[in-house]
């Protein structure tokens, strides 16, 4: 099984609001990511977690606050956004890598399609 | 830092004929290259992926291809199915490391 799920599919919110994106995998990896696709581009890295913790923050606003429960879950707050954020986000896992063991192959979830209004 | 330049942008094949898809890397470091799908609406799916230890792998109709020494990298599709309609994305990384540079894009087109 090599699914990540993530919820909502479609979110529609205005700037003034607070909401959150939420991933799920079960696959055992320890590494989690959010990524920000838009229309035509790739997908564009912003945060990894790395057994719970933050290991990269990609400079991204702090507008986006990303949270890690547990080894299975990952949340993405946001408030405050702007329309240019409106994008496809995209979480990912993967077996933690380092040292050189295991894969860094990473699964994508479907994603969540945000629009701000 | 890794940069990742792919060719071409559109890429239209009639059913059944064959498609390539080309990248390049500028990190030498580098030694995990994997390719994606993404079909509309969808997040990228893993179809192949290939290490720097191996100059090809084949999985039946799609098969990667490694040249360290140029440091490119080829998507070859065999007998192209209108389902292989979709953007496929090359990624280069170092394994550890935890960030993939993706390249640019293809949105291959299978003409019926």
Known sequence: DTEVTQTPKHLVMGMTNKKSLKCEQHMGHRAMYWYKQKAKKPPELMFVYSYEKLSINESVPSRFSPECPNSSLLNLHLHALQPEDSALYLCASSQEARLGVGTDTQYFGPGTRLTVL | ?112
């Open chain 2, 1 to 112: 830092g890794e940069n990742v330049e792919q060719h071409p942008s559109t890429l239209s094949v009639q059913e059944g004929d064959s498609a390539v898809i080309k990248c390049t890397y500028s990190d030498s470091a580098s030694n995990y290259f994997p390719w994606y799908k993404q079909e509309l609406g969808k997040g990228p799916q893993l179809i192949i992926d290939i290490r720097s230890n191996v100059g090809e792998k084949k999985d039946q109709r799609i098969a990667v291809t490694l040249n360290k020494t140029a440091k490119h990298f080829s998507l070859h599709i065999t007998e192209t199915q209108p389902e292989d309609s979709a953007v496929y994305f090359c990624a280069a990384s170092l394994l550890g490391n935890e960030k993939l540079t993706f390249g640019t894009g293809t949105r291959l087109t299978i003409i019926p």
